[in-house]
């Protein structure tokens, strides 16, 4: 404690020798009549000055030099401690509370990233297991049909990787982008396709609807994401011997795709929060496939991308989901 005391006020002390050896200096060299004792008088007493001063300060600094002497120092005893009158260190104080703060709040993003991506390793491991049950059921029990079965489980498989990996890259997107112009009925079509099996395996008959000059300007890879995400979540809800419609338009300009099925809805309640990550509603509880993913990397994606979502949704009647395309 008193060697970081003295670390600190070495240049009072050494100032102060000089300071006297070029006062003793200039009598000397002047020949000025001037008393020895008077001198020894004079240095004793500014020598006493500086010790009182010395000590003043040190009393003084105490707390601090006590919680710098600590191997581990907690925060806010050193801000009880330190004086108060010191304006250098009601600064440092100051910037402290400054880092302080800046630091917490870098800790709590980091542990809150990281409970999420905790949360979504379980979940993902829970979800991951519905398709590898299917797909044992299907091949211990060998029943016609196994065969179409076993290709629908793989899908979900597949499907479920994908969202794993999209989750994972949606935070560096801006740097995937790669914006040129797209027909948005191709775009539409392929993304249907990718799907068939699902569409045959629930019966649900895909309607399209479309202008013929249906282009924009978006990212391929992106685009077919979002609109095969929203498709899953439609067949996921729709009823059996269903239509699902998908309606390409254009209002004042701006280009929109409406996707709409005839499922169970969303209740009212639900839809604030279905862009929520891991929010999976009154029908996701009640859907053992649901994730909470899908419809939040929607949104992202839409957002750099530019693209405008609008849900709406009745129970028991279906639900519609819009992209509208900037011009």
């Known amino acids: 404690m008193l060697r970081i005391f003295l670390k600190q006020h070495r240049s009072y002390i050494i100032v102060y020798v000089l300071n006297f050896i070029l006062i003793s200096y200039l009598v000397f060299v002047t020949g000025a009549a001037i008393d020895d ?3 020894s008088y004079a240095g004793l ?6 010790v009182l001063f010395l000590v003043w300060r040190f009393w003084q600094m105490r707390p601090l030099y006590e919680e710098l002497s600590k191997s581990v120092m907690q925060l806010e005893d050193m ?3 330190l004086p108060k009158k010191d304006a250098v260190t009601a600064q ?4 402290m509370d400054q880092q302080y703060k800046v630091g917490r709040e870098a800790l709590l993003e980091a542990e809150a990233n990281n409970e999420q991506w905790r949360l979504l390793i379980i979940n993902w491991v829970h979800h991951m297991r519905s398709p590898i049950n299917g797909l044992r059921l299907a091949l211990e029990n060998k029943r016609e049909g196994a065969y179409y079965e076993l290709l629908l489980e793989c899908d979900q498989l597949d499907q479920q990787l994908d969202t ?20 948005l009925n191709d775009v539409l079509k392929t993304a249907i396709n990718n799907h068939k099996r699902q569409f045959i395996y629930k ?4 309607a399209f609807k479309s202008i013929t000059d249906a282009y924009v300007y978006s990212d391929r890879k992106w685009l077919t994401f979002i609109i095969e995400q929203l498709l899953r979540n439609a067949l996921k809800f729709s009823r059996m011997n269903s239509v699902m ?32 990550l891991y929010f999976t509603g009154y029908n996701g509880r009640h859907n053992k496939s649901s994730t ?18 609008c849900i709406e949704s009745e129970e028991q009647v279906g639900t519609q989901i819009t992209l509208t395309f900037p011009q």
């Open 92 to 95: 440092f104080v100051q910037y």
């Open 37 to 39: 004792r008077l001198i």
């Open 164 to 183: 794993i990996l999209n989750l994972a890259r949606v935070s560096s997107i801006a740097s995937d982008l790669v914006i040129e112009e797209l027909d």
């Open 79 to 81: 801000k009880v401690n």
């Open 245 to 276: 419609t998908c309606t390409v338009t254009r209002t004042d300009g701006a280009i929109s795709l409406i996707i709409t099925d005839q499922g169970v809805g969303i209740p009212a309640s639900d839809l604030p929060r279905v862009f929520e």
């Open 292 to 309: 909470g993913i899908g419809l939040y990397l929607v949104k992202q994606v839409a957002t750099e991308l530019n693209i405008k979502v």
């Open 45 to 50: 007493l500014s020598f006493v000055l500086l």
């Open 203 to 206: 019966q649900i008959t895909p």
